[in-house]
Nanobody, 127 residues
Framework: HVHLAESGGGSVQAGGSLRLSCTAS????????MGWYRQAPGKEREGVAT?????????SYADSVKGRFTISRDAAKNTVYLEMYTLKPEDTAMYYC???????????????????WGNGTLVTISS
């Protein structure tokens, strides 16, 4: 059974930081593309960051988070992280971890590219 579990969400003031974690179980995610997506109330799910599998670890970021967010992975722990800095109220959303069953992430951040999803962790940024 493939399972992704997010943690680390919470409420912080604008300008603050958070680190999200996503731990995979049931399969070795080290060779897969991993990504973070978010969905704000009333909006569609959007891609935030992705990272290729194995030693490629090539990250990609949505323009809205470039320079503020960092995605990384620890293969030994089957865990991917999203470090978020200089948070803004518009970053408020449910954040989801996802996996695409391939070594390289398909460009474009389409949610339909991803094959497995976690249940999400809520991030709330107050002004």
């Amino acid at each position: 059974h493939v399972h992704l579990a997010e943690s680390g969400g919470g409420s912080v003031q604008a300008g603050g930081s958070l680190r999200l974690s996503c731990t995979a179980s049931g399969y070795d995610y080290a060779s897969f593309c991993m990504g973070w997506y978010r969905q704000a109330p009333g909006k569609e799910r959007e891609g935030v960051a992705t990272i290729d599998g194995d030693e490629e670890t090539r990250p990609s970021y949505a323009d809205s988070v470039k320079g503020r967010f960092t995605i990384s992975r620890d293969a030994a722990k089957n865990t991917v992280y999203l470090e978020m800095y200089t948070l803004k109220p518009e970053d408020t959303a449910m954040y989801y971890c996802a996996a695409e069953f391939g070594l390289y992430c398909t460009p474009g951040f389409l949610a339909s590219n991803m094959d497995s999803w976690g249940n999400g962790t809520l991030v709330t940024i107050s002004s």
